[in-house]
């Protein structure tokens, strides 16, 4: 079974510009959920995605964004982005997640964004 | 805070050695899950270990969780220098708005030297 995958695996922007990332989950999995790592904060949870629903969010401002597609693809899209983006942005599928039991995440390789 | 804290923050030790990892928490939880990341990559699935178990084992890790004391280790024996990573604990939290939410401590970064 293919793992979760992350396009592109690398992007540099400059202050301002807006990205959008992508995630592949692993077949079958319906939920998915993005996380930010820094050096500083660390993992950080960003959002979930179930059945093209958010679910989920985390403390970030509203220049974070994401969306799922019916086949459980999901991209995240960030705006005005600033030097503070710069981090490696991690996405994890899993098959269910209620709230009373998260499931295993499997991670993809993450999408490296630099802003200049 | 709802986050993990581990312990050490790093751990060097020569290959055979057994490496140990420990993780606290304040909040209740419903699972908490083991990772390793090797140099800024993605994130492997180790072990999940639910609230109502003491204690798992997969090859060489070993996973036990206290929850009266809200604490977990992780125990890897035999250790190789491909073990050279780094390895996070991550809460499931119970309850609330807890879909698809880990939150993740700080990591451990262990050195295996050959």
């Known amino acids: 079974k293919a793992g979760v995958t992350q396009t592109p695996r690398y992007l540099i922007k400059t202050r301002g510009q807006q990205v959008t990332l992508s995630c592949s989950p692993i077949?079958?999995?319906?939920?998915v959920s993005w996380y930010q790592q820094t050096p500083g904060q660390g993992l950080q949870f960003l959002f979930e995605?179930?059945?093209?629903?958010?679910?989920n969010k985390g403390n970030f401002p509203g220049r974070f964004s994401g969306r799922q597609f019916s086949n459980s693809r999901s991209e995240m899209n960030v705006s005005t982005l600033e030097l503070g983006d710069s981090a490696l942005y991690l996405c994890?599928?899993?098959?269910?997640?209620?709230?009373?039991?998260?499931?295993?995440?499997?991670f993809g390789p993450g999408t490296r964004l630099t802003v200049l | 805070s709802q986050q993990g804290e581990e312990d050490p923050q790093a751990l060097s030790i020569q290959e055979g050695e057994n490496a140990t990892m420990n993780c606290s928490y304040k909040t209740s939880i419903n699972n908490l899950q083991w990772y390793r990341q090797n140099s800024g990559r993605g994130l492997v699935h180790l072990i999940l270990i639910r609230s109502n178990e003491r204690e798992k084992h997969s090859g060489r890790l070993r996973v036990t969780l206290d929850t009266s004391k809200k604490s977990s280790s992780l125990l890897i024996t035999a250790s190789r220098a491909a073990d050279t990573a780094s390895y996070f604990c991550a809460l499931a939290n119970a309850g609330g708005t807890s879909y698809g939410k880990l939150t993740f401590g700080q990591g451990t970064i262990l050195t295996v030297h050959p």
């Open positions: 077949s079958g999995h319906r939920s």
């Open positions: 994890a599928s899993s098959r269910r997640a209620t709230p009373l039991d998260t499931d295993t995440q499997y």
């Open positions: 995605y179930f059945s093209e629903t958010q679910r």
